[in-house]
Each structure stands twice: as C-alpha cells, then as structure tokens.
C-alpha cells in the first residue's frame, strides 16, 4: 500500500517563508510525477506545483517565482519551499504522486492527508 506523509504546514506572517515535506512510503515501480495541491475554504482543490520524470516543474501561475518543487525519486520524497508568503496562499497543502507499483500495473494518483498552511496579514 502506498502512503504519502506530510509535514511542516503552520501558522506564517505574510512575507515569511515555509517549507513542507512528503515522504512516500510503499513499494513503487515508477513514479511519473510528484508535488503539491492545495484547497482554501469553500474552493476546489488545485495545483500548486509538480515535477515529472524528467524533472521539469510545472507551477501554478499564483506561486511562480516564489514556490519550488523538489523532489528524489529514487528516496520517494518531495518538499515544497514557499517564501513570500501571502494571506491568499492560506490553505490545506496535500502532496501528490502520479505512479505505477508495477511494471504491468496501471497509473494511479495518491494523495497525503494534507498539513493545514495559514498566513496571516
């Protein structure tokens, strides 16, 4: 069974920074993608940040030049760095694979429980 583990989420000032980490445990065969969602009170869930197997990073427009992706593949692990935070990045940060447990097996999407972010102005 796969599971993802979060930590690091807390309480910021606006302007301050903050770092989360995933650690991914379960037997993988391939992992095609790892990052970060995020949900705000009443608002769907959306990307904040993955990298694929190539390690090219894709961002959401709102975190760009102030959110970074890292991520081992080999060490199934993944952290978010977040700096010049803002009262709007307030929300729950759930880490995220896209993977294959098997060579024969299909792609499936994990998830963490989430770790709760709050900035406050």
């Known amino acids: 069974q796969v599971q993802l583990v979060e930590s690091g989420g807390g309480l910021m000032q606006a302007g301050g920074s903050l770092t989360l980490s995933c650690v991914i445990s379960?037997?993988?065969?391939?992992?095609?993608?790892l990052g970060w969602y995020r949900q705000a009170p009443g608002k769907q869930r959306e990307l904040v940040g993955t990298?694929?197997?190539?390690?090219?990073?894709t961002y959401a427009d709102s975190v760009k030049g102030r959110f970074t992706v890292s991520g081992d593949n080999a060490k199934q692990v993944v952290s978010l760095q977040m700096n010049s935070l803002k009262p709007e990045d307030t929300a729950v940060y759930y880490c995220y694979t896209n993977a294959k447990r098997l060579p024969w097996g299909q792609d499936s999407d994990y998830w963490g429980q989430g770790t709760q972010v709050t900035v406050s102005s």
């Open positions: 379960g037997s993988i065969w391939r992992i095609n993608h």
């Open positions: 990298i694929n197997i190539a390690n090219i990073a």
